[in-house]
């Protein structure tokens, strides 16, 4: 008997569903409104090339849920920039295998 497939690709790839799933069930958005926008994403991303249903569809995720969060007013394009090139930058300089933290913006 075999273990059974991992249901995602990648951590990143179930933290962004959980966080998803946990924002419909706060009352931030339905999920026939959540489906809509992100079945239009699909579309978009779909229209250039096939996409493969693992990293291409996740990073469309990605995009419909920081879209739907700035267009609500939840978020600004600026900040999620700056969280974004913050993880990257703390994790490039990680050591394999340790940790990754997040550094706390510094006040101006």
Do not use: C, K
Request: proline fraction near 7%.
């Amino acid at each position: 008997m075999s273990a059974p497939e991992p249901a995602f690709e990648a951590p990143w790839h179930a933290q962004l569903f959980a966080l998803t799933v946990h924002l419909n069930e706060s009352g931030l958005f339905d999920w026939p409104f959540w489906a809509d926008r992100f079945g239009a994403t699909l579309a978009r991303h779909g229209l250039a090339r096939e996409l493969n249903g693992g990293e291409d569809y996740f990073n469309a995720w990605l995009e419909t849920l920081e879209t739907l969060l700035i267009d609500a007013g939840y978020a600004r394009p600026g900040d999620l920039r700056a969280l974004r090139d913050g993880w990257e930058a703390a994790y490039l300089s990680t050591p394999h295998g340790a940790p990754v933290h997040l550094n706390e913006p510094q006040s101006g």
